[in-house]
């Protein structure tokens, strides 16, 4: 088991700010602790996607594919 | 007729045509930030259902050997209760939630049992015996809290989700024992 550290309360941070669901997300937090390392690493694994696909939405120009010559 | 939302027409209509030439295919960014949201919350109650499932296997495959637990913990976590109430997402989490640690607490409850009473009384009869709503969730992670910690804390936070759900707690509670009956041994 590892501490979540910094990184799961900075995703959940600017998740919630998104739009997602308070409640539920803290108590994926409550509970990381009591998670395996392979339970931790899959919610993180969730968390990272999401947030990207939400940033990537708000910001569609840093998005799109470079054109190469 | 049954029909997917999702689903995406394909191919050209009378009025519009498909191009002789196909257009390139660019990164498809057809999602809205509900869809993304959605899928990451279907993602998280599939992640909920798997932890609640092998906990709830490990304590039991333990002292009731040959229940197909998966299969168990599957039907009482249909996302639908007893009445057949249709969810929201959000409803579905804690729906989640509570069916899977009210699994995880009926397991605990034959964790605490010596052998020979289960074998004595018959699965299905100590069920029928508990009593359940958010204080079973709690109650039972205190007296589990010693010999499973982190089953017990996990059980407890659930507790807490489940408290602010009271009023749906008796269906999705009933549903899930309706699940754990089935499945366990009957009462000679």
Do not use: C
Not at chain 2, 48 to 60: N, P
Not at chain 2, 86 to 94: E, G, N, P
């Amino acid at each position: 088991m590892t501490d979540p550290g910094p990184e799961l309360g900075e995703l959940v941070r600017k998740l919630v700010s998104h739009g997602e669901d308070a409640e539920e997300l803290s108590y994926w937090q409550d509970i990381f602790t009591d998670l395996t390392a392979a339970e931790q690493e899959k919610l993180l694994a969730g968390l990272r996607q999401e947030l990207a696909a939400l940033e990537r939405l708000e910001s569609p120009d840093d998005a799109q594919p470079k054109q190469t010559p | 007729m049954m029909r997917n939302h999702f689903e995406q027409p394909h191919g050209g209509t009378p009025s519009n045509p498909e191009p002789a030439t196909p257009e390139p295919i660019v990164e498809q960014r057809a999602e809205t930030r509900e869809q993304i949201i959605e899928h990451a919350r279907a993602g998280r109650r599939n992640l909920l259902k798997e932890i609640f499932t092998s906990r709830t296997a490990d304590l039991i495959g333990n002292f009731l050997p040959g229940i197909d637990v998966p299969k168990m913990i599957g039907e009482a976590l249909r996302g639908e209760t007893v009445s057949g109430e249709k969810l929201s997402s959000r409803h579905r989490f804690d729906h989640f939630a509570i069916a899977g640690a009210t699994s995880l607490a009926y397991a605990l409850e034959f964790a605490g049992l010596p052998a020979e009473a289960i074998a004595a009384r018959a699965a299905a009869a100590v069920l029928s015996k508990v009593e359940y709503g958010p204080e079973f969730l709690a109650e039972t992670a205190r007296l589990a809290a010693e010999r499973f910690p982190k089953t017990a804390h996990l059980l407890d936070r659930t507790a807490t989700v489940a408290m602010r759900q009271r009023e749906r707690f008796a269906g999705i509670g009933a549903s899930v024992r309706a699940a754990f009956e089935k499945h366990m041994p009957a009462a000679a």
